[in-house]
């Protein structure tokens, strides 16, 4: 799997929609965060940055509505709006809300593949490459940059730690088996691999200084892999 996977987040409140385009988009290779309303939707892309969002016009708390407008109103980022046949002037509205390009329901999750592509190919020409850095407090992971920092001092990773480090560190709370790091990390998927990742993820832990008995960030799910934990953070006591 390509390691500058592109950034989905997907927001649809019908489950089965949902679960069909992630699983396609997922073959596809792209990262996709699926939420089910306009507000988590909201929260997912303050958290993070994507690189495109695919987002329904009806949803539950916040309407796709809204979260166009909320969205357009700090970011560029490219939308790709769902709308069910018949909705308010489907087009209409969402091309004046911003959005780059719609769909109308029912559609087949190739189209949409399609229409994924095809944006962020242009966006990709378009845009300057932006940075993205995962801040944790104490740790901080420049991905862009390709740096890690803990307690401010930068600590030296291989690329396969970095690798690993930055795909559980993308989704805290995300349990990974070792095969899906396997193929995340190193790039292939057969199974006499697994143990390297928990070679590299005690090689990981031992840099930052992260003890498996009481960890702060990396966690051993047993019988299954690792996720990564994102300590609260206490913005305060966060010294520059
Ligand atoms: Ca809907």
């Not at 832990?205 to 990396?218: C, H, M």
């Amino acid at each position: 799997m390509a390691n500058d996977a592109r950034r989905i987040l997907l927001v649809e409140d019908e489950k089965a929609i949902r679960d069909a385009v992630a699983a396609y988009l997922e073959r596809e290779g792209y990262w996709v965060t699926g939420v089910g309303d306009g507000q988590a939707a909201l929260e997912e892309f303050n958290k993070r940055k994507f690189d495109l969002i695919v987002l329904d016009l009806m949803l539950p708390k916040l309407s796709g509505e809204r979260v166009c407008r909320a969205i357009r109103d700090e970011s560029d980022v490219p939308i790709i709006m769902l709308t069910a046949k018949g909705e308010v002037e489907d087009k209409i509205i969402g091309l004046e809300l911003g959005a780059d390009d719609y769909l109308i329901k029912p559609f087949s999750p190739r189209e949409l593949v399609a229409r994924v592509k095809a944006l962020l190919r242009r966006s990709h020409i378009d845009s300057e490459p932006q940075r993205e850095v995962l801040d944790f407090g104490e740790l901080v992971i420049d991905v862009s940059g390709h740096k890690i920092l803990v307690n401010d001092e930068e600590v030296d990773l291989t690329a396969s730690e970095f690798k690993l480090l930055t795909t559980l560190a993308r989704y805290p709370g995300r349990v990974y088996t070792r095969m899906e790091l396997v193929e995340k990390v190193l790039g292939y998927d057969f199974e006499g691999y697994e143990r390297t990742i928990d070679s590299h993820v005690k090689n990981l832990r031992a840099k930052l200084g992260d003890d498996p008995k009481n960890p702060k960030w990396l966690y051993t799910v047993h019988g299954v892999g690792y996720r990564f934990e994102a300590p609260e953070k206490k913005p305060a006591e966060k010294s520059e």
